[in-house]
């Protein structure tokens, strides 16, 4: 048996040999003492690719993410973030648990404009409403499709944040996507936020871990709530290694991944019990509803699994297939004709 296509997310990529041998080979420490030189040179490297000042390496997206809540929220504070965000959404109710705040969705498709976050805002003055202390922007927008949040607006967003004294963050896990698909470099689409996040075990191919940059004072704060949160490590270097040798060989190659996506999206498009929105089919990921009539998302995923296609049902009607690595264009061919097949 072949095995099977796996489309259900750009995490289940597995370390090339190149990049084991890039593991295998790294200088290592006891980065609790300061000690790992690998990731010391990652975080340098990547504070430099995103215009910041300092950077903490952390064990996964979602550490990340609840560290930098708590470093720029207090406990019963409101953090406006788009519909279906991953704060929200994928993070088992982290924000409630770990930084005590609570979380308002604003827009739709994963983006959402400066007026829409103004709006959100609680009024100041009266002591009935939650503070709102920050705004969180998701760049690309998972459940939104993968779509890339227009710079214009991350850039009118942050300014009313700052006018307000609201502090701003970038879940950028997957901002090399973004920065591919945008023709901007990470470090322009990094610089209206405080903080910033980013991945190396999605597109990047990396077998884990995130990395959270800012200000120095931020990110010394973040160093303490990693070690709080159960995710400071020793000999770190081999994760570093494997981050910097993604970066170094995996970044530019995300336009595959993406052209790809887009011609999975196209097919599919053709089929009547399907709707999809080209549109927000920008970057790796592909988001489509099965019309009225077509079977529902967890018997279509689960028929597609019986054929060798593994797919994520995100919804009752709405199933995601996202690109990386480790599938190619004849296996997306393959992959299209047979949910075609399957939605005939
Ligand atoms: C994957 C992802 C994360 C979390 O990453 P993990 O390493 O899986 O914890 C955070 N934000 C976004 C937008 C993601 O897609």
Known sequence: MQAP??????????????????????????????????????QEHVAALLGKAAALWVPSGTMANQIALRVLTRPGDE?????????????TGGAAANAGVQLVEVGRQGVFTAEEFEAAIKPVGL????????????????????????????ERICAAARARGLASFLDGAR???????????????????????????????????????????????????????GGAMRQNGFFAAAALHGLEHHRERLADDHALARGLAEALAESA????????????????????????????????????????????????AVTHLDVNAAQLGHAAQVLRALLA
Request: glycine content about 8%; some cysteine.
């Open 5 to 42: 296509i796996d489309l259900r997310s750009d995490t289940v990529t597995r370390p090339t040999d190149a990049m084991r041998a890039a593991m295998a080979a790294a200088p290592v420490g006891d980065d609790q003492y300061g000690e790992d030189p690998s990731t010391h040179l990652l």
């Open 79 to 91: 953090v406006v973030i788009s519909r279906e965000a991953h704060a929200g959404w994928h993070e």
């Open 127 to 154: 002591p009935v409403f939650p503070p709102t202390t920050l705004v969180q922007i998701e760049n690309t927008h998972n459940r939104g499709g993968g779509v890339v949040f227009a710079q214009a607006e991350v």
């Open 175 to 229: 901002l090399w996507n973004a920065a591919v698909a945008s023709g901007r470099t990470e470090a322009e689409l990094a610089a209206p936020f405080d903080m910033v996040a980013v991945a190396f075990s999605k597109g990047l191919g990396a077998p884990g871990g995130s990395l959270l940059a800012g200000s120095a004072p931020l990110i010394a704060a973040a160093r303490r709530h990693c070690r709080m949160l």
């Open 273 to 320: 019990a399907v709707h999809i929105d080209l549109a927000t089919v920008q970057t790796n990921i592909v988001v489509f509803h099965l019309a009225p009539g077509a079977p529902d998302a967890a018997t279509l995923v689960a028929q597609a699994r019986e054929r060798g296609v593994l797919l994520n049902a995100f919804a009752a009607r709405t199933v995601r």
